[in-house]
């Protein structure tokens, strides 16, 4: 990693963190990441995270998330589960992560594959989706559907707990 983007904290070396909440704005819940990006930069968040915002999640993260040492991605999910439900994939289970990546480009999963074949330790060794079940995410519409919009809450509790506990020993 470039020693130029590590954040040294009380003689431990934080942890560094990239959130990003994924989405358009302007198809209804699947803006919900972003939205969600926006509120948590509102917060007093522990240093060494940085929280960005991204249309995409597919190979265009691969820049963002170079030299972290973890990735929370934020962003809308469709499993069929009731809208505003939180899901919280880490591991292998990201590979679950359907809905966070463009039709005609690398998913998520698949773009991190790459990432971690091409430019190694570069990337981020920790991956970690907090997603939303969406209702809508086909319709122009700049509003979310209630209970997505309700359950941002939640799902920034969920990515606090975790900035929490990221030191290393």
Same mark, same amino acid.
């Given at each position: 990693m470039d020693a130029g983007r590590q954040v040294w904290s009380r003689g431990r070396r934080s942890v560094r963190t990239l959130v990003v909440g994924i989405g358009s704005t302007i198809l209804g819940?699947?803006?919900?990441?972003? $939205? =969600? =990006?926006?509120?948590?930069?509102e917060r007093d968040l522990p240093e060494g995270v940085d929280v /960005? /915002?991204?249309? *995409?999640?597919g190979l265009g993260l691969l820049d963002l998330?170079?030299?972290?040492?973890? @990735?929370?991605?934020?962003?809308?999910?469709?499993?069929?589960?009731? #809208?505003?439900?939180? $899901?919280?994939?880490?591991?292998?289970?990201?590979? !679950?992560?359907? $809905?966070?990546? #463009?039709?005609h480009e690398a998913d998520l999963p698949g773009s991190?594959? *790459?990432g !971690?074949? @091409? @430019?190694?330790?570069?990337? #981020? !060794? /920790?991956? @970690?989706?907090?997603?939303? /079940?969406?209702?809508?995410?086909t319709t122009f519409s700049e509003s979310m559907n209630d209970d997505v919009e309700a359950a941002i809450p939640r799902a920034l509790a969920?990515?606090?707990? !975790?900035l929490r506990g990221a030191r290393d020993p």
């Amino acid at each position: 990693m470039d020693a130029g983007r590590q954040v040294w904290s009380r003689g431990r070396r934080s942890v560094r963190t990239l959130v990003v909440g994924i989405g358009s704005t302007i198809l209804g819940d699947d803006g919900v990441g972003v $939205h =969600a =990006a926006r509120r948590l930069r509102e917060r007093d968040l522990p240093e060494g995270v940085d929280v /960005e /915002e991204a249309g *995409i999640a597919g190979l265009g993260l691969l820049d963002l998330a170079l030299g972290y040492d973890r @990735l929370i991605v934020i962003d809308a999910i469709l499993t069929g589960a009731a #809208p505003g439900t939180i $899901h919280v994939l880490e591991g292998n289970d990201v590979a !679950r992560a359907a $809905h966070l990546g #463009p039709a005609h480009e690398a998913d998520l999963p698949g773009s991190l594959d *790459i990432g !971690r074949k @091409l @430019l190694g330790a570069a990337m #981020p !060794r /920790e991956v @970690l989706v907090v997603a939303i /079940e969406a209702a809508d995410v086909t319709t122009f519409s700049e509003s979310m559907n209630d209970d997505v919009e309700a359950a941002i809450p939640r799902a920034l509790a969920q990515v606090e707990e !975790r900035l929490r506990g990221a030191r290393d020993p």
